[in-house]
């Protein structure tokens, strides 16, 4: 059954707006993880425009369940997960002046590093994802480098409009998971997914772990980040669930 993890950089955002010490993305953990998130994922951004170091290392230290640290390749940025040592890094591109993560990390450019920075990682027993659009290309890059494995970019599912736009983003993840898959790759996926558009990605079966962030947090605002999570949660479920009950 796929599996959520609760993405609270935001919980940052909010807080780093005042640069005060609340709402404190800790808090935030706690609650997604009394919800029944499977993880917590947090993006470590090299201009710590939301979530700071601290954070991190206290969600490592506290957390009953998974941390999932989001990286860009980035020198230091790779020396403190080594410290760190969370249960999985995604690897994804950064630019300075994007509002969130455009992209999937370019494996195939950056082929020599990723390998380096997965040997590194994989030394301090830490597994290793690349985040990546749907591109056969990209994947097999990211398998070659050693990934454990990849996160399956929803942004351009997420923004989609048409029905037969929507068809085609569809069968590229089912696709994008099947050729994971023959590299022996476990697949995620995330970015852009709501209460609204979850549903037919939920249901591509094997999909085991989904990063959402910005939709949670949002509705957190309305509801509380526990109702909100646990939303999701059961959104997730009801959906993966169905392939199982044909
Ligand atoms: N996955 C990755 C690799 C991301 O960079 C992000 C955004 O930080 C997410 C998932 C979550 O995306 P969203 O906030 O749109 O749910």
């Given at each position: 059954?796929a599996?959520?993890?609760?993405?609270?950089?935001?919980?940052?955002?909010?807080?780093?707006?005042?640069?005060v010490?609340?709402?404190?993305?800790?808090?935030?953990a706690?609650e997604?993880?009394?919800?029944g998130?499977n993880?917590?994922?947090?993006h470590l951004r090299?201009?710590?425009r939301?979530i700071?170091?601290r954070d991190v290392?206290i969600v490592r230290?506290t957390a009953?369940?998974?941390?999932?640290?989001e990286?860009a390749?980035?020198?230091?940025?790779?020396?403190f997960?080594?410290?760190?040592k969370?249960?999985?890094?995604t690897?994804?591109?950064?630019?300075?002046?994007?509002?969130?993560?455009?992209?999937?990390?370019?494996?195939?450019k950056?082929k020599?590093?990723?390998?380096s920075?997965?040997?590194?990682l994989?030394k301090?027993?830490?597994g290793?994802?690349?985040?990546?659009?749907?591109?056969?290309?990209?994947?097999?890059?990211?398998?070659?480098?050693?990934?454990?494995?990849?996160e399956?970019?929803?942004?351009?599912?997420?923004?989609a409009?048409?029905?037969?736009?929507?068809?085609k983003?569809?069968?590229?993840?089912?696709k994008g998971r099947d050729l994971?898959?023959?590299h022996?790759?476990?697949v995620?996926a995330g970015?852009g997914?709501?209460?609204?558009n979850?549903?037919?990605?939920?249901?591509?079966?094997?999909?085991s772990?989904f990063?959402?962030?910005h939709?949670?947090?949002?509705?957190s605002?309305?509801?509380?980040?526990r109702?909100?999570t646990?939303?999701?949660?059961?959104?997730?479920?009801?959906?993966?669930?169905?392939?199982?009950?044909?």
């Amino acid at each position: 059954m796929a599996m959520l993890n609760v993405n609270i950089d935001h919980v940052a955002t909010i807080r780093q707006a005042r640069m005060v010490d609340e709402p404190n993305p800790v808090w935030a953990a706690v609650e997604c993880e009394l919800a029944g998130a499977n993880g917590i994922t947090m993006h470590l951004r090299e201009d710590l425009r939301h979530i700071q170091k601290r954070d991190v290392e206290i969600v490592r230290q506290t957390a009953g369940v998974m941390l999932n640290f989001e990286m860009a390749m980035a020198e230091p940025v790779v020396r403190f997960a080594v410290k760190l040592k969370p249960k999985l890094a995604t690897l994804v591109p950064e630019k300075r002046r994007e509002l969130t993560t455009e992209g999937g990390l370019d494996c195939v450019k950056q082929k020599i590093r990723l390998k380096s920075v997965t040997q590194r990682l994989h030394k301090a027993g830490i597994g290793v994802s690349a985040f990546v659009t749907p591109d056969p290309k990209q994947i097999t890059a990211a398998a070659d480098a050693g990934c454990d494995a990849i996160e399956l970019h929803t942004g351009m599912y997420a923004n989609a409009r048409s029905d037969q736009k929507i068809a085609k983003c569809l069968r590229d993840l089912e696709k994008g998971r099947d050729l994971g898959w023959q590299h022996g790759l476990i697949v995620h996926a995330g970015h852009g997914l709501n209460y609204r558009n979850i549903g037919p990605v939920a249901q591509i079966e094997g999909l085991s772990e989904f990063n959402i962030g910005h939709s949670i947090i949002a509705r957190s605002v309305f509801v509380g980040i526990r109702q909100a999570t646990a939303e999701m949660i059961k959104l997730i479920d009801k959906f993966s669930g169905q392939f199982l009950n044909e």
